[in-house]
């Protein structure tokens, strides 16, 4: 049973959130394993609660396509988090870094810890080559990666699912584009302004995401179709394949209380099953009902952060949501860029994008009771999200 909690004592609040700068695979960080990027944020989160006076219990981490075993086990030794805390690994694909912030504040609001590091990490340059070993007198075949779901069931890469998802909402290619760029144009403008400064950890000397660039609508209008010829979804309005890490620190409200931080409180989360032949509307899905739980509607929310996968797939989401990122809604959706600009390190995207709504909210000064929402994609059909609020 859990604790019954009329004052809010036992409600999840991240506290502290920080992330590597993400490279690009096979460049900035293409000899560094994934335990490598994890620990050095792990061992920065944990220094920011350092004042609670309290052991990290846990560290819970998404992974996606790291060398098997718990990543999040040999990565917390590798923070120097001691032989006692254990460690859990997720994959829950691309939203494998929110799906254990969710978990992290599962066991926080069951009563069973009071200090849990959570987030994701992913190093897509050393992921090990996978190969089905073969039957009796047969070699093994090499494989690109597991499937998503069963035979019988559609079963896209995410290349042709974002180019599906485009046809199906009429995303144009214009639109996508246009959005690629503005991605860029935000993650640059908020890098010259330092809003990125607080929340990043020197990684192997580098301070700085690799990927963003000054892109001209005219040089994306020439790139050919990435995926399906004649299509829409190009390189150039997808992101790239990626390295890095993030993780948060999530305490209960009582301690955060006790010690008077600022943080965001998780409000409600939920991971939600749709369609794997159109992977990219989970979000919708998840967001409506995290929204419902929570007993608000998504004009109170002040910011929004989506993991860019694909513009396609942002826009679809957006346009079912009612938001408009290319209008009145740009400094609410992503508005220092996302993954199409900064990149898309898979199992930790989900807990970027978290790290991302801290710097927008709580380390700007957001008043208490402002609302942020975090959501992904997943491939298979998933969708994830998370509500969180100021306090």
Not at 21 to 32: L, R, V
Not at 82 to 110: E, K, W
Not at 303 to 316: C, K, P, R, T
Request: proline share 7%; net charge neutral.
């Amino acid at each position: 049973m859990w604790p019954d909690t009329p004052d809010g004592r036992w409600e999840p609040v991240v506290v502290a959130a920080r992330r590597t700068p993400i490279g690009t695979a096979s460049h900035a960080f293409k000899a560094m394993t994934v335990d490598r990027l994890a620990a050095p944020v792990i061992e920065a989160v944990a220094r920011d609660v350092a004042g609670l006076g309290l052991p990290v219990e846990d560290v819970v981490l998404g992974n996606c396509t790291g060398p098997g075993g718990n990543v999040a086990r040999v990565s917390a030794l590798a923070a120097g988090m001691g032989h006692g805390v254990p460690g859990v690994t997720v994959d829950r694909q691309c939203g494998s870094g929110l799906a254990a912030i969710l978990l992290a504040g599962q066991a926080i609001r069951a009563g069973e810890m009071d200090l849990v590091v959570a987030g994701g990490a992913e190093s897509a340059s050393t992921a090990p080559l996978r190969a089905h070993r073969g039957l009796a007198g047969q070699r093994s075949v090499p494989y690109e990666r597991a499937p998503f779901v069963p035979e019988g069931h559609p079963d896209p890469d995410m290349g042709p699912a974002a180019e599906a998802l485009a046809a199906a909402g009429g995303v144009t290619r214009e639109r996508q584009d246009a959005y690629a760029c503005q991605s860029h144009a935000k993650a640059l403008a908020a890098r010259e302004a330092g809003r990125f400064e607080q929340e990043i950890v020197t990684i192997d000397g580098r301070r700085d995401d690799q990927w963003p660039r000054a892109l001209r609508m005219r040089s994306l209008s020439r790139l050919p179709a990435a995926f399906v010829p004649g299509g829409t979804v190009t390189a150039g309005n997808s992101s790239p394949v990626s390295d890095g890490a993030a993780a948060v620190a999530v305490v209960p409200e009582r301690l955060r209380a006790a010690e008077g931080l600022a943080g965001l409180r998780l409000r409600a989360g939920a991971v939600v099953g749709c369609d794997p032949g159109l992977p990219g509307l989970g979000p919708v899905l998840a967001v409506r009902r995290v929204l419902r739980r929570a007993g608000v509607g998504l004009e109170r929310v002040a910011a929004v952060e989506i993991v860019e996968a694909f513009a396609a797939q942002v826009l679809a989401v957006t346009d079912a949501l009612g938001l408009d990122p290319l209008g009145p809604d740009a400094d609410r959706v992503c508005a220092d860029g996302g993954a199409l600009a900064l990149g898309h390190p898979w199992g930790a995207t989900g807990a970027v994008v978290v790290t991302r709504l801290f710097s927008r909210l709580v380390r700007s000064g957001a008043p208490s009771g402002t609302l942020g929402l975090a959501t992904a994609a997943v491939g298979g059909g998933l969708g994830v999200a998370a509500l969180f609020e100021v306090v």
